[in-house]
């Protein structure tokens, strides 16, 4: 890129940053500091920010660049991410955000202590949460480093390790600083100028082929290589059994994974009522959909217009497809157009990163400070301020994130994503479930039901593919390669559920009919929520 390409991007970048420490100094000025006012914003925003700020918080690096990177790599079979992203809303709309908004107050442990002893399920929630956490956090940095090391001159490895420290040093300061206040509304700003800059792009990839979208589909198949094949389901996962597993056992992460979100169930409870986060949701299914209905056209768009090629040629993963298409469309590298629309749209995609990461580290502050933190602190003497606990372990987590999108920077954003939903459906999802819906659920099975997802996942995603034993993996050199699936899901997901209902059901610990039945009527009624 030209200096005048770089000047550009950077003055829009500075723009976007100028605007959300603003939006963070300002919000700082006018908190009251309690935990309710850091955590959840007070519950004072309505479902129509509610729901753009949780589209803001979902619609990630991993959509806008590693998906679209996905499908104009790999055709039909990027497809898959862009279904379970989506169809995953179903399962939280119905069965988890007014039941969590009813029984929780900030974070997913509060849903099980209801009914269980309360430190042990805190702790082993709170742990959880917090490794999840730390996963999307990776995705969002590796992201950030690809995108910016395009910006400012092709591939520099000194540009995207600053690029990462930079993006950690910015979400810890809106999160210490402002909190959930700040952070909804820098989410609400980010989802606006994501939509719009997703529907620009749409619209003009459908005008350079007349709106003629069979003839996107046939350019994009011819150029890939592929042929017929790039537009049929096996490019990517069909090549084998392993691989077709490997496909099932994304899937079911992608769907099952949304509604274990640490990030995504702390929305919740920035609303009045369970009322209000069913219309949040209702508002945010309507973003989303429109979104990833976008992004498909963007895909093909990048594999008709771009070229795989080239797409690789600038990352091997495909997170700059974007970008490259944005380029082209505005008329090319040496064009006004191109180096305008170029640059817009990577200021796009940083403020999608960065707003994403504040969302991430806030709740898992969170989880630090009122799980971990004041369960292991108790009968300890007078514990610290629960907000003050959570800035610095913002701090911390901020730091494990970089250390992590280091190591992890050449790897695809939306596979990094979809281990995260892996943990998260493994280890966060059965203990919710169960805790909701099961009346004979006791302490060990909450116990037993996290760590008996969480430390399957961690241990099968160590042994995979993804760490090592391949020239794409984390440590190429080495090969401890046990486990031949990228996702872990398949098998880690029914074993959460298993170590539950194990747990339970060998344990001499009576369930608590009364507290059952007041978790029940709390959770459909709202009597008595937070």
């Known amino acids: 890129m030209t200096g005048h390409h770089q000047t550009l991007a950077i003055l829009l970048f500075s723009g976007f940053v100028a605007v959300t420490l603003g939006i963070t100094t300002w919000v700082s000025r006018n908190r009251r500091g309690s935990a309710e006012e850091f955590y959840v914003g007070g519950r004072l925003f309505s479902p129509m920010e509610n729901g753009f700020a949780i589209a803001g918080d979902y619609m990630s690096a991993a959509s806008f660049l590693g998906v679209t990177g996905l499908i104009a790599l790999f055709g039909y079979d990027g497809l898959l991410y862009v279904v379970g992203f989506l169809v995953a809303w179903l399962l939280v709309l119905f069965l988890v955000a007014e039941l969590v908004r009813n029984c929780g107050r900030f974070t997913l442990a509060d849903v099980i202590v209801a009914r269980m002893s309360e430190r042990p399920v805190r702790v082993a929630a709170g742990t959880s949460s917090v490794t999840v956490s730390v996963l999307y956090l990776v995705a969002q940095m590796v992201g950030a480093g690809s995108l910016v090391a395009l910006l400012l001159g092709g591939t520099s490895q000194a540009a995207r390790v600053w690029t990462i420290v930079g993006v950690g040093a910015l979400m810890v300061v809106y999160v210490s600083m402002g909190g959930m206040r700040a952070t909804t509304w820098i989410q609400i700003v980010k989802a606006v100028l994501l939509l719009g800059g997703t529907v620009a792009l749409t619209v003009l990839v459908l005008l350079r082929f007349h709106g003629d979208v069979d003839r996107l589909l046939l350019t994009a198949a011819e150029r890939s290589g592929h042929g017929d094949a790039f537009l049929a389901p096996g490019l990517k ?52 959909g429109g979104f990833y209905l976008m992004t498909i056209v963007l895909g093909f768009g990048a594999a008709a217009i771009v070229g795989p090629g080239s797409i690789r040629g600038s990352n091997a993963a495909g997170n700059t497809a974007v970008p490259l298409l944005a380029l082209d469309l505005g008329g090319g590298a040496d064009s006004t157009g191109g180096t305008v629309l170029f640059a817009v749209v990577g200021a796009i995609a940083f403020a999608t990163i960065l707003a994403v990461v504040a969302g991430i580290t806030l709740a898992s502050s969170a989880s630090v400070a009122h799980d971990l933190y004041t369960s292991l602190r108790r009968g300890r003497g007078e514990p610290r301020s629960e907000v003050a606990v959570a800035r610095v372990a913002s701090v911390g987590i901020g730091v494990l994130a970089i250390a992590l999108g280091l190591l992890a920077r050449d790897m695809n954003v939306a596979f990094l994503v979809g281990l995260a939903f892996a943990v998260a459906a493994s280890a966060n999802l059965p203990v919710l479930l169960y805790s909701l819906f099961w009346r004979g659920f006791t302490t060990r099975g909450a116990v037993w039901a996290v760590y008996g997802g969480l430390i399957p996942a961690l241990v099968l995603v160590v042994l995979s593919p993804v760490v090592s034993g391949s020239p794409d993996s984390l440590f190429p050199g080495a090969d401890f390669q046990y486990f031949p699936l990228q996702n872990p899901g398949i098998v880690s997901i029914p074993l959460g559920f298993l170590a539950g209902w194990l747990g339970t059901v060998t344990s001499a610990e009576l369930p608590d009919e009364a507290k059952h039945a007041e978790t029940e009527v709390r959770s459909l009624t709202g009597a008595g929520a937070a």
């Not at 392993?242 to 990030?263: C, M, N, Y």
């Open 237 to 288: 996962y069909g090549a084998d059994w392993t691989a077709r597993l490997d496909f099932i056992s994304l899937g079911l992460a992608l769907v099952l994974g949304t509604a274990g979100l640490p990030h995504i169930l702390s929305r919740f409870y920035t609303v009045p009522t369970a009322r209000a986060a069913r219309r949040s949701v209702l508002w945010s299914i309507g973003l989303i």
